[in-house]
Every structure is written in structure tokens, then in C-alpha cells.
T-cell receptor
Framework: GAVVSQHPSWVICKSGTSVKIECRSLDFQATTMFWYRQFPKQSLMLMATSNEGSKATYEQGVEKDKFLINHASLTLSTLTVTSAHPEDSSFYIC??????????FGPGTRLTVL | AQSVTQPDIHITVSEGASLELRCNYSYGATPYLFWYVQSPGQGLQLLLKYFSGDTLVQGIKGFEAEFKRSQSSFNLRKPSVHWSDAAEYFCAVAPNRDDKIIFGKGTRLHILP
């Protein structure tokens, strides 16, 4: 089946620094990718929809200047958490639309901000 | 607005027993419905999905789910659970096949030996 990778799988950073997370579709082209956030023992919350070649669409309440999304190619989307703070610590998961009726999820990236 | 309700936060069953996880959705039309499983520290794995057709859907790992329009439900079932089934289970809904997915809050399944 289709594979979506995320890099890094975990990252620890200092407060105030920026962190970039990559989401790649390894064996298919994805015009649309989604970014989710999951707090411990909670559900996934959609942050934004990333479309190749255009600006991302952010969900209500998500700061677009803090969570920068770039969908540079049909196989790569990046999420940059700018000026990270401890409250940004979370599990970030991306998904990619491959075949017409399926989304494939990445393994997630655990971000810890000290 | 779409929403998904999983009324049970935790479910505990004995190994070998049957399982049913409940899911109710709120949506104007017939949505696309999914069940995902997440093991600790892992990503999501799709168990099964319903788009149209037969309302009883077979998935991987011996799971099945039944879409009941009259009850707005999409409950997940398994006739005999294994210890390896212990995980978090998410019911989810989407308005279209490729659209954003809205997740329920999840049900954590515990298996007793």
C-alpha cells in the first residue's frame, strides 16, 4: 500500500526556536495533504489542508503565522512551528490523499519544546 | 457541521470475547465513514471504511462495521479479540472521499488476559 513518511519522528527544541517537520508521500503523488495535531490521550485535530502550489487552508483557531505550511511538490509538504513554546508540544501527524478514496497517514512527529 | 461521537472513552474486554465499539455521527447527507486504530506511539492504521453499497463492511484484522442510517451509527465489531488488539480506536467522518477527516475522541481498548 501507499506509504507516507514523516521526518523527524521526534524532536526536542528550546523555547523560541523554529522546527520544521516534513511529510512525504513515498510512492504516489499527493495534491492534497492534511496536518493534524494530537495532544496526549486526545483525538486528532485537523490544523490545515495543504494543496500543492497554493496556500494552505487553516482551520479556525489555528495561527497561520505560527504554523507555516508549504506544499512545494506533489510528494512533499512541510510544517514549520515558528517560535515554539512548551504549549506547542504535541504529536503532529500528516496525511496524504493518494487514490481517489483513501488518505494515508504518516507515523507522526513528536515535538517537545523545553 | 459534521461531528463524531464515541461515547465510550475506555472499554475493557477479556481476550477471546466479542467487541463492539460505538460510533455516532452527525451530518446532513451520507458521509464517508472510517475506523482507524492507533497503537501507543504509532501512527494511524485504517481498519475499514464505508462509502456506499453494502452497509456491513469488512476490514482488516477481523474487524467489521455496520452503517445504520436510521441510527446515524457506524459501530465497530470483532467476534473474538486478541491481546494485540489493545489500542486506541478512532471513528471518523468526511464529507467527500478526499476531504478532511473529522475524528471522534477515541476509545481506548484494554484486553484482560
Amino acid at each position: 500500500g501507499a506509504v507516507v513518511s514523516q521526518h523527524p519522528s521526534w524532536v526536542i527544541c528550546k523555547s523560541g526556536t523554529s522546527v520544521k517537520i516534513e511529510c512525504r508521500s513515498l510512492d504516489f503523488q499527493a495534491t492534497t495533504m492534511f496536518w493534524y495535531r494530537q495532544f496526549p490521550k486526545q483525538s486528532l485535530m485537523l490544523m490545515a489542508t495543504s494543496n500543492e502550489g497554493s496556500k494552505a487552508t487553516y482551520e479556525q483557531g489555528v495561527e497561520k503565522d505560527k504554523f507555516l505550511i508549504n506544499h512545494a511538490s506533489l510528494t512533499l509538504s512541510t510544517l514549520t512551528v515558528t517560535s515554539a513554546h512548551p504549549e506547542d508540544s504535541s504529536f503532529y501527524i500528516c496525511s496524504a490523499s493518494g487514490s481517489p478514496d483513501t488518505q494515508y497517514f504518516g507515523p507522526g512527529t513528536r515535538l517537545t519544546v523545553l | 457541521a459534521q461531528s463524531v461521537t464515541q461515547p465510550d472513552i475506555h472499554i475493557t474486554v477479556s481476550e477471546g470475547a466479542s467487541l463492539e465499539l460505538r460510533c455516532n455521527y452527525s451530518y446532513g447527507a451520507t458521509p464517508y465513514l472510517f475506523w482507524y486504530v492507533q497503537s501507543p506511539g504509532q501512527g494511524l492504521q485504517l481498519l475499514l471504511k464505508y462509502f456506499s453499497g453494502d452497509t456491513l463492511v469488512q476490514g482488516i484484522k477481523g474487524f467489521e462495521a455496520e452503517f445504520k442510517r436510521s441510527q446515524s451509527s457506524f459501530n465497530l465489531r470483532k467476534p473474538s479479540v486478541h491481546w494485540s488488539d489493545a489500542a486506541e480506536y478512532f471513528c471518523a467522518v468526511a464529507p467527500n472521499r478526499d476531504d478532511k477527516i473529522i475524528f471522534g475522541k477515541g476509545t481506548r481498548l484494554h484486553i484482560l488476559p
